[in-house]
């Protein structure tokens, strides 16, 4: 399926949505963040039902231009979460590194002698037994450092107020997360396919088989209004599209991935682009900041 051309996809997507919006009785919304990946599935969602609710989350952790490109939709809902980022990181630790990893840190600091302890421990009987497969083993000196770590930032900010709102509502999510973005992801779709009827929260992913390049053409193909902080959609030689702007438009100061990053990074970018967010992301806790530039370093991040 992510063979298949742009038309087909989209073609595809309508009927997942269509499927859903039966399957649900019309009680859906579109989970809108302002990035490209969700503006294009709104799009698409409102040539089906040009009145579905659109959902966003205003965390703090957004691109001012996100936040007024969002401003600009009709019939978005805003949602703020209980706790700011600055409280998450306070009560929890940071995001670093990845979702699954920052997880078994957290819940190896939890409980020293449990399972998922035993997983950071190369010659334990865990891991003698299933190999490689589940082991943090090469993450042993992150979890032992002095750096509070954790992934409870995406569910306290995002999913809690969107499941908090899907209780009062009894409106179901139509989500843009394509498989291509993390084995996650991927994992996720073969096992449930785009529309998870039967799972614990069930929800739409009807771009789940699309890719970044599609998104990208979608919007330069219909010419789709989307957020300034992308920049413009070029073609290079080989004929892939790119944004001349930021790659990424998700929370501003999330860590997962950014040890992955060529430089410039996207802290580095962040220093060019919006050097007030970068001072306060960098500066230190005592003085009012998030404290990541010392986070940052520990994991052989640069931050300039």
Request: charged content about 25%; some cysteine.
């Amino acid at each position: 399926m992510q063979a298949l051309p742009l038309e087909a996809k989209i073609l595809a997507t309508k009927n997942r949505i269509n499927w859903w919006l039966d399957y649900t009785q019309g009680y859906a919304y579109v989970s809108f963040s302002g990035g490209k990946d969700s503006t294009v599935l709104l799009n698409i969602a409102r040539q089906i039902d040009k009145n579905i609710p659109a959902v966003f989350i205003d965390t703090g952790l957004e691109y001012p231009e996100i936040r007024e490109f969002v401003k600009t939709i009709p019939n978005v809902t805003w949602l703020k979460p209980e706790m700011n980022f600055r409280k998450v990181i306070d009560t929890y630790g940071y995001p670093i590194i990845s979702k699954e990893v920052a997880q078994k840190i957290y819940e190896a600091r939890s409980c020293p002698y449990g399972v998922v302890a035993s997983r950071f421990d190369e010659n334990s009987e865990h891991n003698k037994r299933y190999g490689n497969r589940y082991s943090k083993a090469k993450w042993r000196w992150l979890k032992d450092s002095d750096i509070p770590i954790s992934h409870m930032c995406c569910n306290i900010m995002k999913k809690k107020p969107a499941k908090k709102y899907e209780k009062e509502t009894g409106f179901t999510p139509i989500i843009g997360t394509m498989a291509c973005e993390s084995q996650n992801r991927k994992t996720e779709w073969l096992r449930n396919g785009c529309n998870s009827y039967e799972s614990n929260r069930p929800s739409s992913k009807p771009m789940s088989f699309w890719t970044e390049q599609d998104v990208l053409e979608y919007i330069k193909k219909y010419n789709i209004p989307y957020a300034s902080v992308y920049g413009e959609i070029k073609e290079d030689k080989s004929g892939k599209l790119y944004t001349t702007g930021c790659q990424r438009t998700g929370c501003v100061f999330c860590g997962f991935g950014c040890h992955l990053e060529k430089e410039p990074n996207r802290f580095q970018r962040l220093k060019q682009t919006h050097p007030k967010l970068w001072e306060y992301c960098m500066k230190p806790k005592e003085s009012g900041g998030l404290g990541m530039k010392e986070v940052l370093e520990y994991i052989n991040v640069k931050t300039e």
